[in-house]
């Protein structure tokens, strides 16, 4: 049953081409945490790796060297010791009531005020569930409306900020001749203000995992993160993308807002 809603997942979030800290010998995990860890987590795992969905809920690995990427046991609510392999951006665990066999244990929210949830599905039935609208939850917030769900991997990202001069396409078409140049995307999240003259647009390829957002306010801007192997194609598609656009590049800078005479000039500061 766990392959079914495995793949009704992917379906639902594709998984990144190359998972984080994705593999290795599950005894050396499984021993020292005293239990088997369900098949469904195993497969869940290899597919999609560590990272987030839809930049809320965070899917932990129990291999690689992150002191943030961990299976472990805490004491939950009612005095119970619960397996932890997960969290949400609010703080709250997601985690296993281990009674009975590996593929038979409930999903615990516990929230970080001490509130919890139990819900009778493996980890996969429960993230595919959430990605879907179908939870129901009262602690964990829901996805936001009309957005397809995405998934990004935890890894180390370059920051660069494109801040472009004005052109002859009005701001939607911009924003559809990016993406198109940038294709295929996935939404991750917007806001507008009421006139539509300001707002931003976060979206991400999915075949090569660059986050981007488009600053909709005068003047307009194009910042993207993505892994540091990925530069060399990232600027000459960006600057494809602008050229499209009908539009120059002004100033290039980090992610935090440093200027930079080039794109390589300086290691990355981090950023948006």
């Given at each position: 049953m766990h392959l079914t809603r495995l793949t009704w997942l992917t379906r639902l979030v594709p998984p990144p081409a190359v998972p984080v800290d994705a593999a290795g010998d599950w005894g050396v995990p499984e021993a020292a945490l005293g239990v088997r860890l369900p098949e469904d987590y195993r497969r869940l795992v290899e597919t999609y790796g560590w990272g987030e969905f839809c930049d809320y809920l965070y899917l932990h690995t129990p291999f690689g060297s992150s002191p943030h990427n961990r299976v472990e046991w805490q004491r939950g609510?009612?005095?119970?010791?619960?397996?932890?392999?997960?969290?949400?951006?609010?703080?709250?665990?997601?985690?296993?009531?281990?009674?009975?066999?590996?593929?038979?244990?409930?999903?615990?929210?516990?929230?970080?005020?001490?509130?919890y949830e139990t819900f009778a599905a493996d980890a996969t039935g429960f993230l595919a569930d959430w990605t879907a609208g179908r939870t129901g939850s009262r602690i964990l917030s829901d996805m936001e409306p009309d957005l397809a769900p995405w998934f990004t991997p935890s890894r180390p990202r370059v920051h660069?900020?494109?801040?472009?001069?004005?052109?002859?396409?009005?701001?939607?078409?911009?924003?559809?001749?990016?993406?198109?140049?940038?294709?295929?995307?996935?939404?991750?999240?917007?806001?507008?203000?009421?006139?539509?003259?300001?707002?931003?647009?976060?979206?991400?390829?999915?075949?090569?995992?660059?986050?981007?957002?488009?600053?909709?306010?005068?003047?307009?801007?194009?910042?993207?993160?993505?892994?540091?192997?990925?530069?060399?194609?990232?600027?000459?598609?960006?600057?494809?993308?602008?050229?499209?656009?009908?539009?120059?590049?002004?100033?290039?800078?980090?992610?935090?807002?440093?200027?930079?005479?080039?794109?390589?000039?300086?290691?990355?500061?981090?950023?948006?």
């Open positions: 609510p009612l005095g119970r010791d619960l397996l932890v392999w997960g969290a949400t951006m609010d703080a709250d665990r997601l985690c296993w009531l281990t009674d009975g066999e590996p593929r038979s244990w409930a999903v615990v929210v516990w929230g970080q005020d001490g509130e660069r900020c494109l801040r472009l001069t004005e052109g002859p396409l009005d701001l939607p078409a911009r924003l559809h001749v990016l993406r198109e140049a940038l294709a295929p995307t996935v939404d991750r999240g917007r806001w507008h203000s009421e006139r539509g003259d300001d707002g931003q647009e976060h979206f991400a390829t999915t075949d090569t995992d660059w986050l981007l957002t488009y600053d909709l306010a005068r003047p307009h801007q194009i910042r993207v993160a993505f892994p540091p192997e990925d530069s060399e194609p990232v600027r000459r598609r960006l600057l494809d993308a602008v050229r499209l656009m009908g539009c120059e590049v002004r100033q290039l800078t980090t992610g935090t807002g440093i200027p930079l005479p080039s794109w390589d000039a300086a290691a990355d500061d981090g950023g948006a």
